[in-house]
T-cell receptor
Framework: GENVEQHPSTLSVQEGDSAVIKCTYS??????FPWYKQELGKRPQLIID?????GEKKDQRIAVTLNKTAKHFSLHITETQPEDSAVYFC?????????FGAGTILRVKS | GAVVSQHPSRVICKSGTSVKIECRSL??????MFWYRQFPKQSLMLMAT?????????EQGVEKDKFLINHASLTLSTLTVTSAHPEDSSFYIC????????????FGSGTRLTVV
């Protein structure tokens, strides 16, 4: 079915540390998994995405890993900075639409 | 990159009135547009999916007669909240795609609706 579970709901890290957010899904037919960053009152911004034909993708300090067998994918942010503080949403493509996780509030303490 | 424009960014209306929100794809043809509603500290909840020239498909629990969606062209979709009530106050966001393999999903800047 169309369900994405996201954990944790809140995450506090010290500046410079790494942050990891994990999502699990139930529909094995999904092939596209984007991650969005949303600041208060603003639109979600795509930060990285991955398709099911690869297991990992990296863009500077941000990486996403995908385990299709276990049906989970994770966002990794290294060397966190205060400007990384925001709400992060995972999503998966289900049919012709996106289904979102509940979101993770990331706070980077300086 | 793909750009989606959404207007207005904020609107305050009286109970019982209707409000129209516009969503435009500026540099690509949006074969499909989506309308989401987001309450404070919550995730994006899909309200409906619309394809150009056809009726919108509403998610379960969304009243199609209250939330009228029109997707008259490949670059414009509108959401009209009819007979608005305070509980309709929310952040409404549109998204558009010209095909996920090529364009992905691009979001509008959102509309903060307050019904008083």
């Amino acid at each position: 079915g169309e369900n994405v579970e996201q954990h944790p709901s809140t995450l506090s890290v010290q500046e410079g540390d790494s942050a990891v957010i994990k999502c699990t899904y139930s529909d094995s037919a999904s092939n596209y998994f984007p991650w969005y960053k949303q600041e208060l009152g603003k639109r979600p911004q795509l930060i990285i995405d991955i398709r099911s034909n690869v297991g990992e993708k990296k863009d500077q300090r941000i990486a996403v890993t995908l385990n299709k067998t276990a049906k989970h994918f994770s966002l990794h942010i290294t060397e966190t900075q205060p400007e990384d503080s925001a709400v992060y949403f995972c999503a998966m493509e289900y049919g012709n639409k996106l289904v979102f996780g509940a979101g993770t509030i990331l706070r980077v303490k300086s | 990159g793909a750009v989606v424009s959404q207007h207005p960014s904020r609107v305050i209306c009286k109970s019982g009135t209707s409000v129209k929100i516009e969503c435009r794809s500026l540099d690509f043809q949006a074969t499909t547009m989506f309308w989401y509603r987001q309450f404070p500290k919550q995730s994006l909840m899909l309200m409906a999916t619309s394809n150009e020239g056809s009726k919108a498909t509403y998610e379960q629990g969304v009243e199609k007669d209250k939330f009228l969606i029109n997707h008259a062209s490949l670059t414009l979709s509108t959401l009209t909240v009819t007979s608005a009530h305070p509980e309709d106050s929310s952040f409404y966001i549109c998204s558009a795609t010209g095909g996920a393999d090529t364009y992905g999903y691009t979001f509008g800047s959102g509309t903060r609706l307050t019904v008083v």
